[in-house]
């Protein structure tokens, strides 16, 4: 496991960070933090450029596709396949996301 620190966040924001070359996205729901590729899988457009977070959902607007952050399932289509999600973990009151 590879866990990467990302920058101070609130459980008010989303956050996009990169790590060991990934663009992710951290958001906070259900009581916990939720980390995934801020990418879509249908046609790779950044959900921090072509999309919005609502809850715990991930919009992509190029073409209308949502994903469940928790799981990267994909909601709506035109998606099949799902986007990568990534472990994410406190430790010393910071957060951590396993990128491997």
């Not at 590729?37 to 607007?61: T, Y």
């Not at 472990?87 to 910071?94: I, T, W």
């Amino acid at each position: 496991m590879t866990w990467v620190r990302m920058p101070s966040v609130n459980c008010s924001q989303v956050v996009r960070a990169e790590a060991a070359g990934f663009d992710l996205l951290v958001v906070f729901g259900d009581g916990r933090w939720w980390a995934f590729e801020n990418r879509c899988s249908h046609a790779g457009c950044a959900f921090s450029d072509d999309g919005e977070i609502d809850g715990l959902i991930a919009i992509c607007d190029c073409h209308g596709s949502e994903f469940d952050v928790r799981t990267g399932r994909p909601l709506r289509a035109p998606a099949t396949e799902p986007i990568r999600t990534f472990p994410v973990r406190s430790a010393d009151g910071q957060l951590e996301v396993d990128v491997d």
